[in-house]
Protein backbone atom coordinates (compact mmCIF):
# COMPACT_ATOMS: atom_id res chain seq x y z
CA UNK A 1 0.00 0.00 0.00
CA UNK A 2 3.45 2.41 0.19
CA UNK A 3 2.64 3.40 -3.40
CA UNK A 4 -0.61 3.95 -3.60
CA UNK A 5 -2.20 7.51 -3.07
CA UNK A 6 -3.90 7.83 0.02
CA UNK A 7 -7.01 10.60 0.63
CA UNK A 8 -7.85 11.36 4.02
CA UNK A 9 -10.75 9.49 4.30
CA UNK A 10 -8.14 6.80 3.80
CA UNK A 11 -5.90 6.91 6.58
CA UNK A 12 -5.81 4.91 9.64
CA UNK A 13 -7.64 7.57 12.72
CA UNK A 14 -4.04 8.29 13.67
CA UNK A 15 -3.24 9.30 10.73
CA UNK A 16 -6.27 11.27 10.06
CA UNK A 17 -5.39 13.19 13.25
CA UNK A 18 -2.36 14.08 12.21
CA UNK A 19 -2.82 14.98 9.05
CA UNK A 20 -5.96 17.38 9.92
CA UNK A 21 -3.67 18.82 12.64
CA UNK A 22 -1.26 19.47 10.08
CA UNK A 23 -3.47 21.44 7.99
CA UNK A 24 -5.36 23.19 10.76
CA UNK A 25 -1.54 24.59 12.14
CA UNK A 26 -1.24 25.64 8.06
CA UNK A 27 -5.08 27.43 8.01
CA UNK A 28 -4.48 29.24 11.25
CA UNK A 29 -1.48 30.58 10.14
CA UNK A 30 -3.14 31.78 7.03
CA UNK A 31 -6.17 33.13 8.74
CA UNK A 32 -4.02 35.16 11.17
CA UNK A 33 -2.28 36.77 7.71
CA UNK A 34 -5.70 37.39 5.75
CA UNK A 35 -4.36 35.28 3.38
CA UNK A 36 -6.97 31.84 2.70
CA UNK A 37 -7.62 33.34 -1.18
CA UNK A 38 -5.94 29.81 -2.64
CA UNK A 39 -8.07 27.59 -0.32
CA UNK A 40 -10.82 29.79 -1.88
CA UNK A 41 -10.55 28.58 -5.18
CA UNK A 42 -11.67 25.26 -4.61
CA UNK A 43 -15.27 25.46 -3.44
CA UNK A 44 -15.29 25.33 0.12
CA UNK A 45 -16.26 28.71 0.99
CA UNK A 46 -19.14 27.12 3.06
CA UNK A 47 -16.81 25.43 5.19
CA UNK A 48 -14.15 28.14 5.47
CA UNK A 49 -17.04 30.55 6.39
CA UNK A 50 -18.41 28.45 9.47
CA UNK A 51 -14.93 27.64 10.64
CA UNK A 52 -13.81 31.54 10.17
CA UNK A 53 -16.84 32.41 12.34
CA UNK A 54 -15.56 29.66 14.92
CA UNK A 55 -12.02 31.43 14.69
CA UNK A 56 -13.19 34.63 15.07
CA UNK A 57 -15.54 34.45 18.10
CA UNK A 58 -12.54 32.48 19.78
CA UNK A 59 -9.98 34.45 18.71
CA UNK A 60 -9.18 34.80 22.73
CA UNK A 61 -8.29 31.55 22.92
CA UNK A 62 -3.97 30.71 22.47
CA UNK A 63 -3.02 29.38 19.64
CA UNK A 64 -2.92 25.31 21.03
CA UNK A 65 -6.15 26.18 22.44
CA UNK A 66 -7.83 27.74 19.01
CA UNK A 67 -6.30 24.61 16.83
CA UNK A 68 -7.10 22.21 19.46
CA UNK A 69 -10.47 23.60 19.40
CA UNK A 70 -11.27 24.26 15.83
CA UNK A 71 -10.30 21.17 15.59
CA UNK A 72 -13.02 19.13 17.93
CA UNK A 73 -15.65 21.24 16.74
CA UNK A 74 -15.12 22.11 12.79
CA UNK A 75 -13.04 18.77 12.17
CA UNK A 76 -15.66 17.64 9.32
CA UNK A 77 -15.46 20.30 7.69
CA UNK A 78 -11.63 20.55 7.09
CA UNK A 79 -12.26 16.90 6.36
CA UNK A 80 -14.63 18.08 3.81
CA UNK A 81 -11.74 20.45 2.79
CA UNK A 82 -9.35 18.10 2.82
CA UNK A 83 -11.81 15.85 0.03
CA UNK A 84 -12.41 18.89 -2.05
CA UNK A 85 -8.57 19.81 -2.50
CA UNK A 86 -7.39 15.81 -3.19
CA UNK A 87 -3.50 15.63 -2.03
CA UNK A 88 -2.63 12.45 -1.71
CA UNK A 89 -1.27 11.55 1.79
CA UNK A 90 1.41 8.84 3.32
CA UNK A 91 0.38 6.39 5.65
CA UNK A 92 1.29 8.32 8.41
CA UNK A 93 -0.65 11.39 7.55
CA UNK A 94 1.68 13.18 6.29
CA UNK A 95 1.49 15.00 3.00
CA UNK A 96 2.88 12.68 -0.20
CA UNK A 97 4.40 15.22 -2.24
CA UNK A 98 4.81 17.98 -0.63
CA UNK A 99 4.37 20.42 2.60
CA UNK A 100 1.62 22.91 3.08
CA UNK A 101 3.35 25.30 2.68
CA UNK A 102 5.36 24.40 -0.68
CA UNK A 103 1.60 23.36 -1.83
CA UNK A 104 0.40 26.98 -1.62
CA UNK A 105 3.27 28.73 -3.31
CA UNK A 106 2.42 26.41 -6.29
CA UNK A 107 -1.02 27.18 -6.29
CA UNK A 108 -0.22 30.83 -5.97
CA UNK A 109 2.42 30.38 -8.78
CA UNK A 110 -0.42 29.55 -11.02
CA UNK A 111 -2.18 32.55 -10.61
CA UNK A 112 -1.81 35.15 -13.18
CA UNK A 113 -0.12 37.93 -12.78
CA UNK A 114 -2.52 41.46 -13.39
CA UNK A 115 -0.59 43.51 -15.74
Known sequence: MQNQDLTITD??????????TDFV????????????EILSQ?????AMN?????IYANRNF???Q????????KKNLFVEILQTINLP?????????????????QEYAKIPQGK
Open 11 to 20: LDEHAQLTAL
Open 25 to 36: HFYLEHYRTNDL
Open 42 to 46: FKVDY
Open 50 to 54: DINMY
Open 62 to 64: GPD
Open 66 to 73: LAAGVLEY
Open 89 to 105: FNENGSLKENTWDGWYQ
